[in-house]
């Protein structure tokens, strides 16, 4: 199916409910569901935009995401090790680049969702403290293939769950960019400055 070989090969992230932040009054689950369900609302109505106006379909596409995704988060994930030594502003300039690297490939990912199935798996550990990082499990089903995706949510200090990484097909995301931000580390100097220069 197009939709689920396009979304590996995007690696994308996370989704929401289009200008609605989520208290602690919903779980995880019923936040990402939610979420999930409106971003594929937003993709359908703006189809068109694809093709006459991209950057306002993928305006669309961000600000969907914007309010469920911690940029700030997937990019302390993503550096790991490394985040120590960035300063608060290299942290939001990298937050802002996944945005928007994320944004585009997740949007053009998307453009192909033609109603495939999407169900919801029930949590592996019931039974967890209710504020610790929570694993939502969902599944795109089509005719002919199944994908598995694990979406990483966290509590912020607001108390809204947020994600902050995401497996797609048993990869997972934050470690798959740290290696990459790990070597271009290590092709630079650890300069971050230059890292960031030269993501892709």
Avoid at 67 to 95: C, H, I, L, W
Avoid at 129 to 142: C, F, N, S, Y
């Amino acid at each position: 199916m197009k939709l689920l070989k396009n979304l590996i090969l995007s690696m994308c992230v996370g989704t929401t409910l289009q200008g609605v932040s989520y208290s602690q009054q919903y779980s995880a689950i019923e936040t990402a569901e939610q979420g999930v369900e409106a971003l594929l609302q937003t993709v359908s109505q703006s189809k068109s935009l694809f093709l006459n106006d991209r950057d306002s379909y993928f305006s669309a596409i961000e600000e969907v995401l914007d309010s469920f995704v911690d940029f700030g988060a997937v990019a302390d994930v993503v550096m790991n090790r490394y985040a120590t030594q960035a300063t608060e502003p290299q942290k939001q300039r990298f937050a802002g680049i996944l945005k928007s690297t994320l944004t585009r490939f997740y949007g053009a990912s998307l453009i192909n969702y033609d109603g495939e199935e999407l169900a919801f798996l029930p949590p592996s550990d019931s039974n967890s403290d209710p504020r610790a990082d929570t694993i939502v499990g969902m599944e795109l089903r089509g005719s002919d293939s199944t994908l598995r995706l694990q979406y990483q949510m966290f509590l912020d200090q607001n108390n809204e769950w947020k994600l902050k990484n995401l497996s797609l097909a048993g990869i997972n995301l934050g470690r798959q960019y740290f290696t990459q931000f790990s070597a271009l580390m290590g092709q630079h100097d650890e300069n971050i400055d230059l890292v960031l220069d030269n993501w892709q």
